[in-house]
Protein backbone atom coordinates (compact mmCIF):
# COMPACT_ATOMS: atom_id res chain seq x y z
CA UNK A 1 0.00 0.00 0.00
CA UNK A 2 1.14 3.32 -0.98
CA UNK A 3 0.60 5.31 1.99
CA UNK A 4 0.27 8.47 -0.88
CA UNK A 5 -3.04 6.77 -2.20
CA UNK A 6 -6.12 7.23 -0.25
CA UNK A 7 -7.79 4.23 0.09
CA UNK A 8 -11.62 3.49 -1.04
CA UNK A 9 -14.47 1.36 0.04
CA UNK A 10 -17.22 1.07 -2.26
CA UNK A 11 -20.68 -0.80 -2.48
CA UNK A 12 -22.62 -1.59 -4.93
CA UNK A 13 -26.41 -2.82 -4.28
CA UNK A 14 -26.35 -3.82 -8.09
CA UNK A 15 -30.39 -4.95 -8.51
CA UNK A 16 -30.99 -4.79 -5.03
CA UNK A 17 -32.93 -2.22 -2.54
CA UNK A 18 -35.86 -0.28 -2.50
CA UNK A 19 -37.37 2.38 -0.10
CA UNK A 20 -37.16 0.02 2.67
CA UNK A 21 -33.49 -0.52 2.32
CA UNK A 22 -32.96 3.71 3.27
CA UNK A 23 -32.51 2.83 6.79
CA UNK A 24 -29.11 0.92 5.57
CA UNK A 25 -27.94 3.48 3.49
CA UNK A 26 -29.00 6.03 6.57
CA UNK A 27 -27.24 3.71 8.96
CA UNK A 28 -23.82 3.76 6.80
CA UNK A 29 -23.66 7.42 6.45
CA UNK A 30 -23.82 7.49 10.31
CA UNK A 31 -21.23 4.71 10.31
CA UNK A 32 -18.65 6.44 8.41
CA UNK A 33 -17.56 9.04 10.64
CA UNK A 34 -14.59 11.01 11.39
CA UNK A 35 -11.74 10.14 12.24
CA UNK A 36 -11.39 7.25 9.99
CA UNK A 37 -13.55 9.24 7.14
CA UNK A 38 -10.72 11.93 7.18
CA UNK A 39 -8.07 9.17 6.13
CA UNK A 40 -10.36 6.81 3.79
CA UNK A 41 -13.16 7.58 0.87
CA UNK A 42 -16.75 5.67 1.00
CA UNK A 43 -18.93 5.12 -1.59
CA UNK A 44 -22.49 3.68 -1.68
CA UNK A 45 -23.61 2.81 -5.70
CA UNK A 46 -27.71 1.87 -5.00
CA UNK A 47 -29.82 1.51 -7.85
CA UNK A 48 -31.17 4.23 -10.00
CA UNK A 49 -34.49 4.37 -8.46
CA UNK A 50 -32.70 5.52 -5.04
CA UNK A 51 -29.99 7.55 -6.71
CA UNK A 52 -31.76 11.20 -5.54
CA UNK A 53 -32.89 10.02 -2.25
CA UNK A 54 -29.97 8.46 -1.19
CA UNK A 55 -28.09 11.64 -2.20
CA UNK A 56 -29.63 13.83 -0.07
CA UNK A 57 -29.81 11.17 3.24
CA UNK A 58 -26.31 11.51 2.78
CA UNK A 59 -26.16 15.20 3.03
CA UNK A 60 -24.21 15.43 6.02
CA UNK A 61 -22.21 12.68 5.48
CA UNK A 62 -18.75 11.47 4.31
CA UNK A 63 -20.48 8.74 2.65
CA UNK A 64 -20.57 9.51 -1.21
CA UNK A 65 -23.11 8.04 -3.42
CA UNK A 66 -22.85 6.67 -6.94
CA UNK A 67 -24.50 4.82 -10.04
CA UNK A 68 -24.14 1.54 -11.41
CA UNK A 69 -23.70 2.57 -15.04
CA UNK A 70 -23.95 5.25 -17.39
CA UNK A 71 -25.10 5.54 -20.94
CA UNK A 72 -22.25 7.21 -23.00
CA UNK A 73 -24.69 9.89 -24.16
CA UNK A 74 -25.74 13.35 -22.32
CA UNK A 75 -29.70 11.88 -23.55
CA UNK A 76 -31.69 10.84 -26.62
CA UNK A 77 -33.78 8.27 -27.26
CA UNK A 78 -32.31 5.42 -25.52
CA UNK A 79 -35.20 3.66 -23.14
CA UNK A 80 -33.96 2.60 -19.62
CA UNK A 81 -30.54 4.34 -19.96
CA UNK A 82 -29.53 7.02 -17.40
CA UNK A 83 -26.44 9.76 -18.42
CA UNK A 84 -23.64 10.97 -16.38
CA UNK A 85 -25.11 14.30 -16.80
CA UNK A 86 -28.27 12.72 -15.02
CA UNK A 87 -26.40 11.40 -11.97
CA UNK A 88 -24.04 14.55 -11.59
CA UNK A 89 -27.82 15.83 -11.63
CA UNK A 90 -28.91 13.64 -8.81
CA UNK A 91 -25.49 14.75 -6.78
CA UNK A 92 -24.14 11.65 -7.45
CA UNK A 93 -20.74 12.08 -7.68
CA UNK A 94 -19.11 8.49 -8.90
CA UNK A 95 -20.04 5.90 -11.38
CA UNK A 96 -18.99 2.21 -11.83
CA UNK A 97 -18.76 1.18 -16.10
CA UNK A 98 -17.69 -1.84 -17.49
CA UNK A 99 -18.85 -4.05 -14.61
CA UNK A 100 -18.82 -7.65 -15.64
CA UNK A 101 -22.45 -8.21 -14.93
CA UNK A 102 -22.57 -5.51 -17.80
CA UNK A 103 -20.16 -6.93 -20.28
CA UNK A 104 -22.11 -9.92 -19.89
CA UNK A 105 -25.48 -9.27 -19.51
CA UNK A 106 -25.84 -6.34 -21.90
CA UNK A 107 -22.53 -7.27 -23.93
CA UNK A 108 -20.71 -4.32 -23.20
CA UNK A 109 -17.56 -4.45 -25.40
CA UNK A 110 -14.37 -2.81 -24.02
CA UNK A 111 -14.78 0.48 -26.58
CA UNK A 112 -18.49 1.15 -25.24
CA UNK A 113 -16.79 0.49 -21.50
CA UNK A 114 -14.45 3.24 -22.63
CA UNK A 115 -17.06 5.89 -23.87
CA UNK A 116 -19.38 5.27 -21.15
CA UNK A 117 -16.33 6.28 -19.09
CA UNK A 118 -15.53 9.01 -21.24
CA UNK A 119 -18.69 10.92 -20.90
CA UNK A 120 -18.26 10.23 -16.98
CA UNK A 121 -15.38 12.51 -16.99
CA UNK A 122 -17.22 14.77 -19.03
CA UNK A 123 -19.77 15.14 -16.10
CA UNK A 124 -17.40 15.37 -13.50
CA UNK A 125 -18.13 11.87 -12.32
CA UNK A 126 -15.24 9.55 -10.81
CA UNK A 127 -15.11 6.88 -13.10
CA UNK A 128 -14.82 3.52 -11.44
CA UNK A 129 -13.56 0.87 -14.32
CA UNK A 130 -14.17 -2.54 -13.60
CA UNK A 131 -11.48 -5.06 -15.46
CA UNK A 132 -11.34 -9.16 -14.64
CA UNK A 133 -11.13 -11.99 -16.11
CA UNK A 134 -13.37 -15.02 -15.84
CA UNK A 135 -12.58 -18.90 -14.91
CA UNK A 136 -12.34 -20.17 -18.07
CA UNK A 137 -9.78 -17.47 -18.70
CA UNK A 138 -8.09 -18.02 -15.68
CA UNK A 139 -7.58 -21.48 -16.31
CA UNK A 140 -5.92 -21.15 -19.72
CA UNK A 141 -3.32 -18.74 -18.31
CA UNK A 142 -4.42 -15.84 -19.65
CA UNK A 143 -5.46 -13.30 -17.04
CA UNK A 144 -2.68 -10.76 -17.46
CA UNK A 145 -3.50 -10.94 -21.39
CA UNK A 146 -6.96 -10.51 -20.08
CA UNK A 147 -6.51 -7.60 -17.81
CA UNK A 148 -4.67 -6.07 -20.11
CA UNK A 149 -6.49 -5.56 -22.94
CA UNK A 150 -9.83 -4.66 -20.81
CA UNK A 151 -7.83 -1.70 -19.03
CA UNK A 152 -6.07 -0.28 -22.08
CA UNK A 153 -9.06 -0.97 -24.16
CA UNK A 154 -11.68 0.61 -20.99
CA UNK A 155 -9.63 3.50 -20.09
CA UNK A 156 -10.25 6.63 -22.04
CA UNK A 157 -6.49 8.67 -22.79
CA UNK A 158 -7.81 11.57 -20.57
CA UNK A 159 -8.15 9.19 -17.47
CA UNK A 160 -6.30 10.78 -14.59
CA UNK A 161 -5.79 9.41 -11.11
CA UNK A 162 -8.00 11.71 -9.68
CA UNK A 163 -10.78 10.70 -11.65
CA UNK A 164 -10.71 7.47 -12.30
CA UNK A 165 -10.49 4.03 -10.33
CA UNK A 166 -9.52 1.12 -11.59
CA UNK A 167 -11.47 -2.29 -10.06
CA UNK A 168 -9.73 -5.66 -10.42
CA UNK A 169 -12.90 -7.90 -10.18
CA UNK A 170 -11.97 -11.78 -10.98
CA UNK A 171 -15.51 -12.50 -12.85
CA UNK A 172 -15.01 -16.38 -10.83
CA UNK A 173 -15.20 -14.63 -6.88
CA UNK A 174 -18.15 -12.18 -7.52
CA UNK A 175 -20.89 -13.50 -5.49
CA UNK A 176 -19.26 -17.19 -5.23
CA UNK A 177 -17.27 -16.88 -1.73
CA UNK A 178 -14.20 -17.40 -3.51
CA UNK A 179 -11.52 -15.15 -3.58
CA UNK A 180 -8.18 -15.65 -4.75
CA UNK A 181 -4.86 -15.96 -2.75
CA UNK A 182 -2.96 -12.91 -1.80
CA UNK A 183 -0.59 -13.42 -4.62
CA UNK A 184 -2.35 -13.76 -7.19
CA UNK A 185 -4.47 -10.11 -6.08
CA UNK A 186 -0.66 -9.18 -5.62
CA UNK A 187 0.10 -10.36 -9.74
CA UNK A 188 -3.21 -8.87 -10.46
CA UNK A 189 -2.32 -5.60 -8.67
CA UNK A 190 1.16 -5.30 -9.97
CA UNK A 191 0.81 -5.81 -14.00
CA UNK A 192 -2.28 -3.06 -13.26
CA UNK A 193 0.11 -0.94 -11.52
CA UNK A 194 2.80 -1.21 -14.65
CA UNK A 195 0.06 -0.88 -17.00
CA UNK A 196 -1.02 2.16 -15.55
CA UNK A 197 2.44 3.60 -15.10
CA UNK A 198 3.70 2.48 -18.49
CA UNK A 199 0.49 4.82 -20.21
CA UNK A 200 0.24 7.55 -17.88
CA UNK A 201 3.82 8.18 -16.54
CA UNK A 202 4.17 8.76 -12.48
CA UNK A 203 0.59 9.76 -12.35
CA UNK A 204 -0.21 6.16 -13.22
CA UNK A 205 1.57 5.73 -9.39
CA UNK A 206 -1.37 7.52 -7.91
CA UNK A 207 -4.93 5.33 -9.48
CA UNK A 208 -6.64 3.68 -6.76
CA UNK A 209 -6.60 -0.13 -7.19
CA UNK A 210 -9.47 -1.93 -5.76
CA UNK A 211 -10.10 -5.73 -5.70
CA UNK A 212 -13.78 -6.90 -5.83
CA UNK A 213 -15.11 -10.35 -5.15
CA UNK A 214 -16.96 -12.01 -2.41
CA UNK A 215 -15.20 -9.47 0.00
CA UNK A 216 -16.30 -9.31 3.76
CA UNK A 217 -15.54 -8.34 6.69
CA UNK A 218 -13.68 -11.92 7.08
CA UNK A 219 -11.23 -11.24 4.36
CA UNK A 220 -10.68 -7.70 4.31
CA UNK A 221 -7.67 -6.86 6.42
CA UNK A 222 -6.41 -9.83 4.32
CA UNK A 223 -6.62 -7.74 0.84
CA UNK A 224 -6.19 -4.62 2.57
CA UNK A 225 -2.75 -5.70 3.57
CA UNK A 226 -1.78 -6.70 0.07
CA UNK A 227 0.85 -4.28 -1.75
CA UNK A 228 -1.48 -1.84 -4.42
CA UNK A 229 -4.88 -2.78 -3.15
CA UNK A 230 -5.97 0.61 -2.21
CA UNK A 231 -9.44 -0.02 -1.85
CA UNK A 232 -12.29 -2.91 -2.16
CA UNK A 233 -15.05 -2.84 -4.07
CA UNK A 234 -18.25 -4.79 -2.15
CA UNK A 235 -21.42 -6.49 -3.76
CA UNK A 236 -23.44 -8.71 -1.69
CA UNK A 237 -21.74 -7.44 1.97
CA UNK A 238 -23.06 -3.76 1.24
CA UNK A 239 -26.25 -4.01 1.17
CA UNK A 240 -26.90 -4.44 5.05
CA UNK A 241 -25.07 -1.20 7.09
CA UNK A 242 -23.22 -4.24 10.12
CA UNK A 243 -21.63 -6.18 7.19
CA UNK A 244 -20.37 -3.08 5.32
CA UNK A 245 -19.55 -1.37 8.20
CA UNK A 246 -17.25 -4.39 9.44
CA UNK A 247 -15.63 -3.81 6.22
CA UNK A 248 -15.18 -0.34 7.01
CA UNK A 249 -13.47 -1.73 10.78
CA UNK A 250 -11.00 -3.27 8.50
CA UNK A 251 -9.89 -0.08 6.75
CA UNK A 252 -9.44 1.38 10.29
CA UNK A 253 -7.11 -1.53 11.21
CA UNK A 254 -5.21 -1.28 8.30
CA UNK A 255 -5.13 2.64 7.72
CA UNK A 256 -5.97 4.75 11.15
O1 LIG B 1 -19.36 -4.88 -7.65
C1 LIG B 1 -19.19 -5.75 -6.80
C2 LIG B 1 -18.71 -7.04 -7.14
O2 LIG B 1 -19.28 -7.58 -8.27
C3 LIG B 1 -18.52 -8.00 -6.01
O3 LIG B 1 -19.72 -8.61 -5.65
P1 LIG B 1 -19.71 -9.58 -4.37
O4 LIG B 1 -19.02 -8.83 -3.28
O5 LIG B 1 -21.14 -9.87 -4.10
O6 LIG B 1 -18.91 -10.79 -4.78
Redesign the pocket.
Known amino acids: MTDRIRPLL ?1 G ?1 W ?1 MNGTRASLDQIKAIAEGVKAPLSEKIDTLLCPPATLLYVATALCDDSPLAIGAQDCHSLVSGAHTGDISAAMIADCFGTHV ?1 VG ?3 RRRNHAESDALVRAKAEAALTAELTTII ?1 IGETADERDQGQTLDVLKRQLAASTPDGAASETTVI ?1 Y ?1 PVW ?4 GKVPTSADVEEAHAFIRRELVARFGGDGEKFRLLY ?5 GANAADLLAVANVNGL ?6 LKAADFLAIYSAFERQFA
Open positions: ANKIHSECAEAIGTGGSVSLVGGQS
